[in-house]
């Protein structure tokens, strides 16, 4: 159709009069505090975390709690040497996943911004999460590399699932799946950081990204509540649907198989024990409760996109 058209004119006209009463001062507001914020309360990784200081050997990767074989007959079986050894590869195939999505997330944020007003608070905050993201990509990857564990990545297919999601979701659905990985790793975070006996590389790289994902949180969920408030019934079940399935690749993906080879373990006697391990389905369940309010709060919980969540025991 020829950009002369009239038909194309009005349509045009009404999708700019939907995107203006979309967006409301009040948002922008949201954009300014978080602006402020990282203005006031930011870190630098490469300075607040003592990079040459030695590893004590006893010490664990994450809270022995959030193990993913905690509570199982095979950790009882297993020394305290393998247990560190366990804890520290699973927190860097985490940490590794992180930078994974990150990667994705700054890629649709970017798209997300594109073209849009560089004077808008909105667009402004948007560019400081991305330049976060890299700090936060850069710091994990050190971690690992100080812990002398090597970069777990996904598998070709989710790697490739990837590909596709960062290439097409946009809206809710981008913003979905960015606050799915980062509720569920906030709540983790927040007990790493506490634990007395996790290394302090992990407490003090847990602390930074604590504080300043809880920014991007905000982000997420002010631009979610924004493109729900004019979203058709069909559109929100398929937004639904799409987080969901987000969801479902991103938790499955967090610790990879070669973790458990690295702590001299049987890999198919482990995963069937995290399979049926209940106390890693309640630890999961209970990192996920605040995302899940905030899905149904926003009608982004149905009963499809439900049953996917209970598939990886987050509802």
Known sequence: MALTDPRARRRDHRQDDHRSDRHTTADD????RLLESAATLSFDPSTEIDWDAPLPEGHYGLNPEWS???????WDEMT???RVTLTR??????MNTGIWFEMILQQMVLRDQYLKNPASAEFQFALTEIADECRHSIMFARACEKMGV???????????????FKALAKGELAFGGILVAEEVLDVMQRDWMRGEN???IVRGTSRIHVVEESRHMKFARQEIRERMRHASPARRR???TGIAVGAYVIVTSMVHPGVYRAAGLDVQRALAEVRANEHRKAMMRTSSRHLMAFLAETGLLTGRSAAVYRRVHML
């Open 89 to 94: 590869h699973e927190v860097c195939s985490i």
């Open 238 to 240: 398929a937004s639904a």
């Open 80 to 82: 305290e040497r393998q």
């Open 150 to 164: 090597p970069a777990y990545r996904p598998n070709k297919l989710i790697a490739q699932a990837g590909r596709v």
């Open 198 to 200: 996790v290394l302090e």
């Open 68 to 74: 993913t074989l905690y509570g199982t007959r095979l």
């Open 29 to 32: 507001d949201v954009s300014k």
